[in-house]
């Protein structure tokens, strides 16, 4: 089982910055190692679907943005640390949802929530105007 925590949400104010960081431990599923899965960051802002922010394949890094966030959000890995970055800055109000890391073992569909086998609990983002 692949755990996932995340942390460094908080309050900011619009045009600043935030660090999220998704720390990943355990086995996948036939003993799959964390560096053979793709993290992705999702929000989820009240009363709105849950959105794909951004993703990255821990073996090669490759990455993928949706297009609200290029040019502001920048996701990394640290292989050592076991642990997925999303640099956040530019922040606008809109930005404010509850972050999730999630893991899947395939790239196809990166965007597609529902293609995601492990998830984490979440880190509150609010950005104030």
């Known amino acids: 089982q692949v755990q996932l925590v995340e942390s460094g949400g908080g309050l900011v104010q619009a045009g600043g910055s935030l660090r999220l960081s998704c720390a990943a431990s355990g086995r996948g599923a036939s003993g799959r190692t964390l560096n053979s899965y793709n993290i992705g960051w999702f929000r989820q802002a009240p009363g709105q679907e849950r959105e794909f922010v951004a993703a990255?394949?821990?073996?090669?890094?490759?990455?993928s943005y949706a297009d609200s966030v290029k040019g502001r959000f920048t996701i990394s890995r640290d292989n050592a640390k076991n642990t997925v970055y999303l640099q956040m800055n530019s922040l606008k109000p809109e930005d404010t949802a509850v972050y999730y890391c999630?893991?899947?073992?395939?790239?196809?569909?990166?965007?597609?929530?529902?293609?995601?086998?492990?998830w984490g609990q979440g880190t509150q983002v609010t950005v104030s105007s």
């Open positions: 990255i394949s821990w073996r090669i890094g490759t990455t």
């Open positions: 999630a893991g899947r073992s395939d790239w196809a569909g990166v965007a597609d929530d529902k293609r995601y086998d492990y």
